[in-house]
């Protein structure tokens, strides 16, 4: 079966719905901003040392942010189709990133490019709105990582993950979910056969 074929005013409508009320001429606006980009699997969307620029909304696709410490990969963050996904520090300090982002399925997004995000917004209280709402559900998974890693057992933690994200724990490797949870793969493994009990 042949998939359908979006436009970047579905996506506007779609973001729309998700994170503010729209006029038409807001969404009209909205659909300008938005720029799509395709990626192959194994592709980076940013790389280190690149200045982040646009948030991006993935619309097909698993998308990993991560980052290098002891000259290992550290899993940030993964994402599936309807989540937003940005290098924060990057995009706000207009720095070079310190963490990558990576294609790990076939993949289109669309960017909202900050700079022209924030020039609508001035003139459009819905795109305010969204654009708010935007980094407030960024910070809000932030914060649900971070308490899941320091407060929660590492079965707790994939429980939650599994009730969180179902779709990631189906289609991520293995070893970038035990790095997201801040585990060794020998113990997820472990973790996933009690869960499966």
């Known amino acids: 079966m042949k998939e359908p074929l979006y436009t970047t005013r579905d996506i506007a409508r779609e973001l729309a719905r998700r994170y503010s009320t729209m006029t038409h001429d807001e969404l009209d606006i909205l659909e ?3 720029v799509p980009r395709k ?8 790389k280190e040392g690149d200045i982040c620029t646009s948030i991006i909304y993935i619309h097909k696709g698993l998308l990993r942010e991560y980052y290098y410490k002891n ?13 937003i996904m940005m290098s924060i ?23 909202l490019p900050k700079k022209r ?18 980094l407030e ?24 993950m599994c009730k ?5 724990i189906l289609r991520a490797p293995l070893v970038y979910i035990a790095s997201y949870l801040q585990m060794t793969p020998e113990t997820l493994s472990r973790v996933r056969s009690t869960a499966l009990l």
């Open 32 to 34: 300008s901003v938005l």
């Open 39 to 46: 990626f192959v699997k194994g592709e980076l969307v940013l």
């Open 71 to 83: 000259k290992k990969e550290v899993t940030e963050y993964l994402a599936v189709e309807g989540t």
């Open 89 to 111: 520090e990057s995009l706000f300090h207009e720095e070079p990133s310190k963490l990558q982002i990576e294609a790990l399925e076939n993949s289109i997004i669309y960017e």
């Open 117 to 134: 995000l924030e020039e609508v917004a001035l003139h459009n209280v819905n795109i305010q709105i969204l654009y708010r709402k935007i």
């Open 137 to 160: 559900e960024s910070l809000i998974l932030s914060q649900v990582h971070a308490d899941l890693v320091r407060f929660e057992s590492a079965e707790n933690r994939y429980r939650r």
């Open 164 to 168: 969180l994200t179902p779709q990631v």
